[in-house]
């Protein structure tokens, strides 16, 4: 009997106790740097896709939500044809950033995606492409990579510095 | 025998006594917000407070569907009878002097039958639901009401020894000089824990138990016959809470304010109380609820009658 | 108010009337203790018209509250399902209903006698309070309110001795 009282005060105290209720659309809670949030794609400096459809990043997905379809341009590099994330599956586990080889596909801490129509939530390419580079600025996948295109050798392409001479010790 | 405006009344009653209850939606909500360090419903309208008016709109906008294992014509009465039976009790409250439906001089006794009519409602709900978690839902309810309305009773009988009749005018009138709350203090606590058993509010919420009987009861409900149940249940706070004002503490009795104005602190003073209740204790196990009511709370009920009635007796 | 309450008497012992039977001829059980509680409560507005406002609350509170929840709680627990119903439209047809009609028309006969034969006593509407129906109880019928209270204390013990749980068994009770 007692401690039902006691309980019934300490819960009655709570009255005057701080609300721990973050208001939300007002209130914004800390999110980390590297929160994981809405995918996108990055584009490398020269403003080229970084996606080279690879489809690593669709394999390594565990809900299977990104779907694509590779191509290849006039210089023989590849590209998506489409890529379609469907973010009414997505988890935002991060995988397919870790899987990607081209740092093209990268996470945002941006989380407000809220849709009336379940369909407003599948992105297409156009949706999820961003005119920056992202997380790493410098980075362009097709001059470091040494792979040949149509026409051309490595290392002979626009803007393409030579290939390393593995042979040789000296540079 | 009635009052001087009887239509006045009623409808007044009526009009308050629904609002009221609708209101307790929100104010639930809000207190048990509150006490669980959160803010509860605060987005619609000033403090939240239409969140009343867009429930309802959710309630009668919602499918009213009956299940083709239901027992029909008892699905559909189940529901009326408890309202029925609560607003007939409000009847018979005396919320300030003039203010009442109908002044029966077994007032209180009319009180107690219709709560004791109230159980049907919930009995035949779980029956006719045709659904084992509602039958078990009805059976736990009989029994409880059951149990709980004896002891109920029984710890009125010492109010109404103090004031010498069962007419609810004429007991808040014998309370001008000492509220009952202090000779009856024992009556009191047993009349506030039958009240919430019989109002099947937590803790003793065993007819529902959304964790273990789904919803008990009401499992099958939907769209207005639910609300029904949903408002006759706080319908049943708000009466049993203005019970407790009247029959112990001084009904609209108190300085200074108008006596309506007092009358309603106190049955919101109560109304508090049973959610503070519901914020702070778990569910009895139903052994636990029978037993206690049985072998705690009965014999507690009748001793207070003899030792209350051999007092009155010597002293009069 | 005297002829309000003569024609709610009238009104109300016709719904008793009819909703016993209702009750009688049911094949589902819910529905025929549902019709037992709707005579009991119009009984109850009976006792109200004759004057007796105490009796008319106790039979609410203790007959349609009490007896006939228990009632539904037993018919509940059992779950009778079709076969019942069927055995019920059994027995309400054809030469079962011969003996009860004879018995019925006896009783009929002889309460219609009483009523022809009685002078009416008391009007309707003459106030019977709790005072005057306590005095009753404790006074001229002293003996009887404690031989019936005897004879619950026995079936309470005897009640409780049979629901208690045998020695070594847990689960029910503690």
Known sequence: MLSIIRTMWSVFLHTFHRRVTIQYPEQKAYLAPRYRGRIILSRDPDGGERCVACHLCAIACPVDCIALQATEDENERRYPEFFRINFSRCIFCGYCEDACPTYAIQLTPDFEMSEYNRQNLVYEKEDLLIDGPGKYPGYNYWRVSGVSIGGKGKGEAENELPPVELRRLTP | MTSPYPFASIFGILIVALSLSAALIWVERRLLALWQDRYGPNRAGPFGLLQVLADMIKIFAKEDWIPPFADKAVFVIAPAIIMVTVLLSFAVLPIAPGIIVADLNIGLLFFLGMSSLGVYSIVLAGWSSGNKYSLLGGLRAAAQMMSYEVFMGMSLMGVVLLAGSFNLTTIVEAQSKLWFVIPQFLGFILFLIAGVAEARRLPFDLPEAEAELVAGFHSEYSGMKFGMFFVGEYLGITLISAMIAVLFFGGWMGPWLPPIVWFFIKVFAFLCFFILLRASLPRLRFDQLMSLGWKVMFPLALANLVVTGAIVTVFK | ?174
């Open chain 3, 1 to 174: 108010m005297t002829m309000f309450l003569q024609s709610a008497f009238y009104v109300a012992a016709v719904i008793a009337i009819i909703s016993t039977a209702m009750a009688i001829t049911r094949t589902v059980a819910v529905h025929a203790l549902l019709y037992l509680v709707v005579s009991l409560l119009a009984i109850g507005v009976v006792f109200y018209a004759m004057g007796a406002p105490l009796l008319a609350a106790l039979e609410v509170i203790i007959y349609a509250g009490a007896i006939v929840v228990l009632f539904l709680f037993v018919v509940m627990m059992l779950n009778l399902g079709g076969e019942a119903r069927q055995s019920e439209r059994q027995w309400l047809s054809g030469k079962s209903w011969v003996g009860p009609i004879i018995l019925s028309a006896i009783l009929l006969a002889e309460v219609i006698y009483l009523i022809v034969r009685a002078q009416p006593a008391g009007g309707i509407g003459a106030m019977v309070g709790p005072r005057e129906v306590g005095l009753a109880l404790y006074g001229p019928y002293l003996i009887g309110v404690e031989l019936a209270s005897m004879l619950l204390l026995g079936a309470v013990v005897g009640a409780s001795h049979l629901g208690r749980s045998a020695p070594g068994r847990t689960g029910a009770g503690t």
